[in-house]
């Protein structure tokens, strides 16, 4: 009975692991979605890159139609501070370096490794 509690309990912390994998993944999947990453289309216009100056202000680089703006965005408001030459920023957008996995190919991977009994190594990829 005992050996059968103990293997219950592996099992519960296992999948309890396995949904907060799961959950990380889908909230980070919506929030990334929700307040726009660098590069995320809306239409016409696209943020292509952005850094924070402090708490709430941020500098941006955005593509209206066929112009390239830097603008900074706070509180108060939002101002175009210059207009850049286009041609510095291409349309094609970045991929992931070669190689580069997501998250759940990752986890996928180490779920199968567990299952094939490969887990705790090192293994060379």
């Known amino acids: 009975m005992e050996m059968l509690w103990a293997v219950l309990s592996m099992l519960g912390m296992i999948a309890l692991m396995i949904a907060i994998f799961a959950g990380a993944y889908y909230v980070t999947r919506f929030l990334g979605s929700r307040y726009g990453a660098p590069g995320v289309s809306g239409g016409k216009i696209r943020v292509l890159d952005?850094?924070?100056?402090?708490?709430?202000?941020?500098?941006?680089?955005?593509?209206?139609?066929?112009?390239?703006?830097?603008?900074?965005?706070?509180?108060?408001?939002?101002?175009?501070?210059?207009?850049?030459?286009?041609?510095?920023?291409?349309?094609?957008?970045?991929?992931?370096?070669?190689?580069?996995?997501?998250?759940?190919?990752?986890?996928?991977?180490?779920?199968?490794?567990?299952?094939?009994?490969?887990a705790g190594g090192n293994t060379a990829t």
């Not at 112009?67 to 108060?76: D, F």
């Open 50 to 118: 952005q850094a924070a100056t402090g708490k709430e202000e941020r500098l941006l680089i955005v593509r209206v139609a066929d112009k390239v703006y830097l603008l900074a965005a706070g509180p108060a408001g939002t101002t175009k501070l210059d207009e850049l030459d286009p041609a510095l920023f291409p349309d094609t957008p970045v991929q992931p370096a070669a190689g580069a996995d997501n998250f759940l190919q990752v986890l996928q991977t180490a779920i199968h490794r567990q299952h094939s009994g490969t």
